[in-house]
C-alpha cells in the first residue's frame, strides 16, 4: 500500500472531524441558544449533573468539578485522549493557544483557570468546528476566548505571543509533526510551555497501519512513538522534555500520554 499524501491525510482528517461537527450542530439546531453574558466562562444556564453526562471524557478525562462549569452541550463532544489543562499549570493573566480546538471544552477550562485578565486561542482548521466553537462560546459566555481558523504546520499567529500551548489528541493527526512543532516554538514567548496529551505508538506500527487513510484520520496511523517525539521536540529547540503514559497501552499497542517541553528562556545580557 502506498504512504498517503499530506493533502490526502489532511483532507480525511477534515471530513471525519467537520462530519462529528455537522451532527452535534444538527442536535444543537433542536436545542434554543440562550445568549450568555460576559463573565469569564461563566455559564448561561445551569449544566446538566457530570453523572447524567455520558461522553468518555465524562467518565475519564475531567473531573466533575470542571464539568460542573459547563453546559452538557460543550462536554458531549469530547474527542480528546486526555486533559492537558490538568497539567498545563495555567497562571492568571497567561495567553494560551489551543491547537485543533474542536469544540472548545478544553479553551473553556483553561480561560477559567487564565482568568478575564488573560487570553485564550483555539485554533482549528474545519469551519464546522469552528461554527460548533463559537456556538458553545455564545453559550459559555467566556469573554477571554477566541477561535480562529488555520493550521498548526502554518499558524496565522504573531512571533512569540503565547505562554502556553495546549493540545489534546491532534498533533497525532498532522502529515508534517516537525512544522508543528517548528511553529509552536515560533509562537511561544521564550519560556514558553508546551503542554499536550496525545496518543504514542508503544511498538513499531507495521507498514500496513502507517498507511491506512482512516486510522491516520482515527488518531492512530499518525501516532510517534515516545523517542521519536521526544527528539522531533528537541530538534525544534525544546528543552525539558518530559512524557507520562496516562495508562497501560492499549492491547494494539498504543497508549494516551501527557507530553511536556519548554522554550528556553531568553539569555539576559551582562549589562
Do not use: H
Request: net charge negative; with cysteine.
Amino acid at each position: 500500500m502506498s504512504e498517503p499524501t499530506a493533502e490526502e491525510i489532511k483532507s480525511a482528517v477534515l471530513e471525519r472531524y467537520s462530519a462529528k461537527a455537522r451532527e452535534q450542530l444538527a442536535k444543537a439546531e433542536r436545542i434554543p441558544l440562550e445568549p450568555a453574558g460576559d463573565a469569564c466562562c461563566g455559564t448561561a444556564e445551569a449544566p446538566a449533573p457530570a453523572a447524567e453526562t455520558s461522553s468518555w471524557a465524562d467518565q475519564q478525562l475531567y473531573s466533575a468539578e470542571e464539568l460542573g462549569t459547563l453546559p452538557q452541550e460543550v462536554t458531549d463532544l469530547s474527542l480528546g485522549c486526555g486533559n492537558p489543562t490538568a497539567i498545563a499549570e495555567l497562571r492568571p493573566s497567561e495567553a494560551v493557544l489551543d491547537l485543533g480546538s474542536g469544540s472548545g471544552l478544553d479553551c473553556f477550562l483553561a480561560a477559567r483557570q487564565v482568568g478575564p485578565e488573560g487570553r485564550v486561542v483555539g485554533l482549528d482548521m474545519s469551519d464546522d468546528m469552528l461554527e460548533l466553537a463559537r456556538r458553545n462560546l455564545a453559550k459559555v459566555g467566556a469573554a477571554n476566548v477566541e477561535f480562529r481558523k488555520g493550521e498548526m504546520e502554518s499558524m496565522p499567529l504573531p512571533d512569540a505571543a503565547f505562554d502556553v500551548i495546549i493540545s489534546n489528541c491532534v498533533i497525532n493527526l498532522s502529515p508534517d509533526k516537525d512544522a508543528v512543532f517548528r511553529e509552536s516554538f515560533r509562537v511561544l514567548k521564550p519560556g514558553g510551555r508546551l503542554r499536550v496529551s496525545d496518543i504514542v505508538w508503544t511498538r513499531t506500527p507495521s507498514e500496513e497501519e502507517r498507511t491506512n487513510l482512516a486510522e491516520w484520520a482515527g488518531c492512530i496511523a499518525g501516532a510517534l512513538g515516545v523517542d521519536e517525539y521526544v527528539a522531533k521536540l528537541k530538534a525544534a529547540g525544546f528543552t525539558g522534555v518530559e512524557t507520562q503514559l496516562a495508562g497501560d497501552a492499549d492491547a494494539r499497542g498504543f497508549a494516551s500520554a501527557y507530553i511536556s517541553a519548554t522554550r528556553p528562556a531568553a539569555l539576559r545580557g551582562c549589562c
